[in-house]
């Protein structure tokens, strides 16, 4: 049977080497091959967990923050709940299921969108979601469910979304790209002839990322959010100020692997750039919040309040897992995500707080790289 790896090798024969952004591109969304079109990716038995599938109560907090925010936002209705990315639907399920509990007049101002390509995940979240309480909508893409007030939720999404990357030598900056080498297998080069575009200063050796899709994408989720009203919140891997190293990784089984070994096989990610899209948001006149690290902002919602009332009525077991759980979001060691992971929202300008995070000065409006 024909593997990506084969049609991605046949492709550079024929056509020469592709960018890292093409690569990463075919590697997750090939239509046929793609590693988020074919597989259910998420858990024990997976590639990788998120936090949603550690604790129900990450999902319940994060619906607890969006009811705040849809007050803060002077309750609109009807109002869209949007996820990107939904994986199996455990976010949306535990959200849902707090915004039920605290909110009813939330409840029936709600409505429900789900953005999801892979048909074996959509699949899974209809059963996930199959008795939410709420009518649920899945689209292929954000723009047809991206009308009036908002509430958009991504998380673990931006990660892998693909991005350029730029190695800097003597001659100036030249992009990556994936070649063959002499055996015919793939090879990390670069291109022959350095970019025209001035993308920084920099020391032989750096690599330059730059999300020109996760860039777009906000900008136009900030553009919509301006003019209709709304807030988008980010959690993602990654960091809060611009790096000069390559942060590229595939995770198969749990354990790192070469990115280049199996295409479509492993998950490819690679750290947000949080102050490249806080930079894009500001510019489309968001309102920017945050970023903080997870597990800051998850205790500030009151993680640790909600891990105490589920041990009230819990096990000894139980228990041991809900502290367990609590530790994995929130610690700020290399296997916990509390520093790991980071947490950004845009908003509408009117809105100038949102819980658990600080409102972000206004950078300076000079053009980013998407706009050159």
Known sequence: MRTLKDEIIAMIRLEGPIT??????????????????????????????TAPEISQMFGELIGVWAVQAWRDMGSPAPVRLIELGPGRGTLMADCLRA???SAPDMTAALEVHLVETSP?????????????????IWHDEITAPLKGPVIILANEFMDALPLQQFLATQTGWHERLVGLDDDGALMFGVSAEPTPDDIGEAEP??????????????RYLAEHIVVHGGVALLIDYGAFAEGRTDTLQAVKHHRFVDPLAEPGEADLTTQVNFERLAMT????????????????????????????????????????????????????????????FKVMAFSHPSLKALHGLHLASSPDHHQTDEET
């Open 205 to 218: 050796g750096d690599v330059m990322e730059i999300p020109r899709a996760a860039q777009r994408l906000v």
């Open 120 to 136: 074996v995940l959509r699949a899974r979240q209809q059963q996930t979601l199959g008795d939410a309480g709420v009518a649920v």
């Open 99 to 101: 915004i039920m509990a």
């Open 20 to 49: 890292v952004e093409r690569y990463m591109d075919l590697c997750l969304g090939h239509p046929a091959l793609g590693y988020y079109i074919t597989r259910d990716p998420f858990g024990k038995d997976g590639d990788f967990i």
């Open 281 to 340: 948001a500001a510019l489309a006149n968001a309102s920017v919040h945050g970023p903080s690290a997870q597990g800051a902002f998850l205790q500030s919602l009151g993680l640790d309040y909600r891990a105490e009332a589920l041990k009230t009525r819990a096990t000894s077991a139980q228990r041991f897992e809900i502290d367990a759980a609590v530790t994995r979001l929130t610690a700020m060691t290399e296997r916990g995500m509390g520093d790991l």
